[in-house]
């Protein structure tokens, strides 16, 4: 099963942001539900970084699709770790994760 959400390049760019926290998180430090997390999103960081590549000049929105484990992990990555996310609340950052966030809990339902 797959899981859609429309974003456009600003807002992937903004993910992405968010997923180079990535780098600063210690492994073994994490509980094991998290380590799963954090483990799928290093995979799915991957496959955001390939399509920021590919729609750089693009302006328009377009429809990424995740299947539904990486959707759930990336969910569970923005509530989790949203402690670690320079996105102040009211900037554009902030408002890009809580427009994710949104579309992927109406998607996992």
């Known amino acids: 099963m797959n899981v859609t959400i ?3 390049y600003g807002q992937l760019c903004v993910i992405n942001s968010v997923m180079s926290e990535l780098d600063q998180i210690t492994f073994s430090g994490l509980k094991r539900n998290l380590k799963t ?3 799928i999103c290093f995979d ?5 970084l390939k399509k920021a590549i590919s729609t750089r000049n693009s302006k328009k929105a377009f429809k990424l699709k995740l299947k539904y ?3 759930e992990a990336l969910l569970n990555y923005l509530v989790e770790f949203e402690i670690y996310f320079e996105a102040s609340p009211g900037s ?3 408002n890009t994760l809580i427009m994710v966030k949104n579309q992927l809990h109406q998607q996992l339902q």
Do not use: C, P, T
Request: net charge neutral.
């Open 37 to 39: 997390i954090v483990s």
């Open 44 to 48: 799915l960081r991957e496959k955001l």
């Open 69 to 71: 484990y990486m959707a």
């Open 92 to 94: 554009y950052a902030g």
């Open 6 to 8: 429309n974003i456009d």
